[in-house]
């Protein structure tokens, strides 16, 4: 299996921490974010993987270069325009056109063994997407999720306190069937004027295509802020 990796963000709610590199190459327990989730993808049978880049792409090209020190054969693709996640793949459409990859980003962590129970939980149960989703105490940060038996049927996002229909949140990675890009084609700009992936997979919910849940019961961290960053950096149990 494939992956693609976006890592072309700056990483701004970082502030001047991400001033001079971007922010996949912040360091939690002395590796680089981006080094943590390509090594995962290894465990998880991954051979060769695309890794979109931006901001100071220049920083991790020099330290990965051919992807040799985490096993992974890398080809680097450039996100010209920083305009959302819906879009930032599109570079790497064709490299990843011949069968289901795994989608991801560089500044989320989750543990060892999380994308190798996920590849073997797809081959058991193909679907069109298969989506990893976290329980979490608020869902009002992220977008909440509302599934049937294992099948996701709607995705809120970021829902009024109270609202949310589950506790069931995007944790922000999936494997997908490469049709994936027929729905970031049609994508609009969301409120933000970004195009957004969550809204290519409402696309194919509406479509009735078979979006299921992986209910990630792994250590999982969206590191957004300082203080993510922080936390991430203080706990025993992050993926070595």
């Known amino acids: 299996m494939k992956a693609v990796v976006l890592a072309a963000g700056k990483g701004t709610r970082l502030r001047e921490i991400t001033d001079s590199v971007p922010k996949p190459m912040l360091e939690v ?3 680089p974010m981006l080094w943590r989730v ?37 080809t680097y693709f450039v996100q010209e325009v920083q305009d959302g996640t819906g879009r930032a793949a599109e570079p790497a459409r064709e490299f990843l056109s011949d069968g289901p990859f795994f989608f991801s980003f560089g500044d989320i962590l989750t543990g060892d063994s999380a994308y190798a129970s996920m ?6 149960d193909p679907s069109d997407l298969l989506l ?7 869902p009002s940060r992220f977008g909440a999720v509302r599934a049937r038996d294992g099948r996701i ?8 306190p109270g609202s949310a229909p589950s506790n069931w949140v995007n944790a922000g ?14 994508l609009k700009p969301s409120a933000r004027g970004e195009f957004e992936i969550p809204d290519a997979i409402r696309m194919m919910i509406a479509d009735g295509r078979v979006v299921r849940a992986y209910e990630l019961t ?9 203080e993510d960053l922080a936390a ?3 706990e025993g149990d992050r993926p070595a």
């Open 173 to 186: 990675f999936f494997v997908s069937h490469p049709l994936l890009f027929e729905y970031t084609a049609r």
């Open 218 to 226: 792994e250590p999982w961290t969206d590191i957004g802020t300082p």
């Open 153 to 160: 049927l709607e995705i809120v996002e970021k829902p009024a």
């Open 132 to 138: 990893a989703v976290r329980e979490v105490p608020d």
């Open 119 to 124: 590849a073997e939980a797809y081959e058991n």
């Open 29 to 31: 327990g002395g590796k």
């Open 232 to 234: 991430a950096g203080s």
């Open 38 to 74: 390509l090594t995962a993808l290894r465990a998880a049978g991954v051979s060769e993987a695309a890794v979109i880049v931006g901001y100071r792409g220049d920083v991790i090209r020099d330290y990965f270069g051919s992807g040799e020190s985490v096993g992974v054969r890398l």
